[in-house]
């Protein structure tokens, strides 16, 4: 018994760069079809990017980095969306994430700029309504 499956699928038995994957449940005989294509049939465009996100906040701005290393400029699309929701997506529907902006954050001045596949999204805070303090003079005797 082999370790590694080897079926008719494989495009060559001595290739070990073959893209061709081995499906566990291509024989299994309980199920008809693969479960391997089960997503791929319900959204038959389905191709995934794994992305890594980072959201960070100072005291004057909140700062959003997504790392989209194959994609270039133009095939990136950042959108401000109703009820505060910033869209980072690409045009190839690859990738695509949604994040809710707070309360605090000047939507009206977001920006985008991206640099070696890293696109970063700043969005200013209003700015904190400070009390209004006046010292008060004591006066009395030492």
Do not use: C, Y
């Amino acid at each position: 018994m082999s370790i590694i499956p080897i079926n008719e699928r494989r495009s060559s038995d001595f290739d070990p760069w073959a893209l061709d994957l081995w499906d566990p449940f291509l024989d299994f005989p309980l199920f008809p079809s693969s479960l391997s294509n089960v997503f791929h049939e319900l959204n038959p465009g389905f191709s995934s990017v794994n992305s890594r996100l980072d959201w960070s906040e100072t005291r004057s701005v909140h700062v959003l980095k997504a790392a989209l290393p194959a994609f270039a400029n133009e095939d990136v699309l950042v959108e401000l969306q109703e009820d505060r929701v910033l869209q980072i997506s690409t045009d190839s529907g690859s990738f695509m994430t949604k994040i809710k902006l707070p309360e605090n954050a000047k939507i009206e001045e977001l920006k985008a700029f991206m640099s070696n596949g890293v696109v970063t999204v700043t969005v200013p805070k209003v700015e904190a309504d400070r009390p209004n303090v006046r010292a008060i003079e004591i006066s009395g005797e030492d």
